[in-house]
């Protein structure tokens, strides 16, 4: 005979009674399924075709300006041949990299055009020691003595030109414009992904000209990048370049974006370095000289003032919890499109030329009063109104376009150094 505590269980679908009358039966409990994860609506970015260069015969040369003036002039650009001509040089690039350290390839067993390049970056950093900064007096502001150092690199460009083959002064002008704006602005002595942007299409203003071919590409993203950003963090450095239009700790890095492209493609399949690695001193004092991905953290880390990526970079931080490098290599290709070349601020001071056309019907800086890239003071968006030029706010962009200086956090651990109060970085208290 069950006891008072036993519960006698009744087929389903019965009802049990007790005094007040039938009770209804509880639902049958489900397991809790996995939540799918939400899908980025973005896709992944494919890497268009490398059209071939095209007849430098049929090229009509001339000196690049801006003519993404306007949100439709952006637009115009984005459905154009010349945006995917960016895409598959840059993707190219990057693929060139995958699974390959830095030490894999050799300059002794380069392209002379390489060896050419790496000449022209050696020669670039020797005029940052004959253009020494002027004092600082405590500032961490850009340094003045910049400008003279851009200066002399105008002045050197030609012959660097016809060091590599381009014997066209008409040619020479349109070149070496990108690469003269590949150093940072002369205004605003400022450096960002616009400026890193130039330095890309002067390599690809070379591939255009034939003096780049495809079987250079690795030694390009392998010797040649890793010492335009030896040679670019010199300059940060010496000049305390101000990060053009940074996100500040919301930021992916105060300067640059495609160290991190290319890196994750050097780290696509490691078989033992995981996004999470680059919390790992150990890791990023090893394999640092091998991968631009761990290099430019551990450079980022060593330029703060601050200990902590969680602090200074959170979008780096919340990165390393990725599954695998696919997933950031994947990501870091949504990032390009979409918070380099789709972003209108940065975009408008790009420049278009013969060999990196614009599309008909895109603005013009002549034919709106524009004053030239390296005069204007503002670094914000431009708008077209009725044929006049107004400078406005964007809604979905920082207010710091307007004239507001960013002092650098490199200038700010260098002054710190200086003091004597820099050997260590700092931990913020409630860390």
Same mark, same amino acid.
């Given at each position: 005979m069950p006891s008072a505590t036993t519960t006698l269980a009744l087929p389903l679908g019965l009802a049990r009674e007790n005094d007040?009358?039938?009770v209804p039966d509880l639902p049958l409990l489900i397991p809790?399924?996995?939540?799918?994860?939400?899908?980025?609506? +973005?896709?992944?970015?494919?890497?268009?075709?490398?059209?071939?260069?095209?007849?430098?015969?049929?090229?009509s040369f001339a000196e690049p300006t801006r003519r993404i003036l306007s949100s439709y002039d952006h637009e115009v650009f984005q459905a154009s041949p010349t945006y995917s001509l960016i895409l598959s040089f840059v993707f190219s690039l990057s693929e060139s990299a995958v699974d390959k350290k830095l030490s894999s390839v050799s300059l002794s067993s380069a392209d002379p055009i390489v060896h050419s390049i790496i000449s022209i970056l050696s020669s670039v950093e020797g005029t940052i020691d004959s253009c020494p900064p002027s004092e600082q007096g405590g500032s961490r502001f850009g340094n003045p003595s910049f400008r003279v150092f851009l200066d002399s690199i105008a002045t050197q460009n030609p012959s660097w030109h016809n060091a590599i083959g381009l014997t066209s002064s008409s040619a020479i002008s349109e070149v070496s414009t990108y690469l003269h704006n590949s150093f940072?602005?002369?205004?605003?002595?400022?450096?960002?992904?616009?400026?890193? +942007?130039?330095?890309?299409?002067?390599?690809?203003?070379?591939?255009?000209?034939s003096l780049?071919?495809?079987?250079?590409?690795?030694?390009?993203?392998?010797?040649?990048?890793?010492?335009?950003?030896?040679?670019?963090?010199?300059?940060?450095?010496?000049?305390?370049?101000?990060?053009?239009?940074?996100?500040?700790?919301?930021?992916?890095?105060?300067?640059?974006?495609?160290?991190?492209?290319?890196?994750?493609?050097?780290?696509?399949?490691?078989?033992?370095?995981?996004?999470?690695?680059?919390h790992n001193e150990l890791v990023l004092e090893e394999e640092g000289d091998e991968y631009l991905y761990l290099s430019m953290v551990r450079w980022t880390m060593a330029s703060k003032t601050v200990k902590g990526l969680k602090?200074?970079?959170?979008?780096?931080?919340?990165?390393?919890?990725?599954?695998n490098w696919v997933k950031v290599e994947q990501?870091?290709?949504?990032?390009?499109?979409?918070?380099?070349?789709?972003?209108?601020?940065?975009?408008?001071?790009f420049l278009f030329g013969s060999l990196v056309p614009a599309e008909e019907g895109m603005s013009r800086e002549e034919d709106v009063g524009l004053a030239a890239e390296e005069d204007e003071k503002e670094g914000g968006e431009v708008v077209l109104d009725h044929g006049d030029v107004k400078h406005v706010h964007r809604d979905d962009a920082w207010g710091d376009?307007?004239?507001?200086?960013?002092?650098?956090?490199?200038?700010?651990?260098?002054?710190?150094?200086?003091?004597?109060?820099?050997?260590?970085?700092?931990? +913020?208290?409630?860390?």
């Open positions: 007040q009358g039938p809790r399924t996995k939540r799918t994860p939400p899908k980025n609506p +973005l896709p992944v970015p494919e890497t268009p075709r490398l059209p071939a260069p095209p007849d430098s015969s049929a090229l940072g602005n002369r205004t605003r002595i400022d450096y960002g992904s616009g400026h890193e +942007l130039n330095f890309i299409i002067w390599l690809l203003c070379l591939n255009r000209l780049l071919p495809e079987s250079t590409f690795p030694a390009i993203t392998l010797l040649v990048f890793p010492r335009y950003l030896t040679l670019l963090h010199k300059l940060q450095s010496t000049y305390y370049l101000e990060p053009a239009g940074s996100h500040g700790v919301w930021g992916l890095d105060d300067y640059h974006f495609l160290p991190f492209l290319f890196g994750a493609s050097q780290l696509l399949h490691h078989p033992y370095i995981r996004p999470l690695s680059i602090w200074t970079q959170p979008m780096l931080d919340d990165i390393s919890g990725a599954k990501g870091m290709r949504r990032m390009f499109v979409k918070e380099v070349l789709g972003k209108l601020p940065v975009m408008q001071h376009c307007c004239g507001i200086k960013i002092p650098s956090t490199i200038a700010a651990a260098q002054e710190a150094r200086k003091k004597g109060e820099g050997d260590v970085l700092r931990r +913020l208290p409630f860390d």
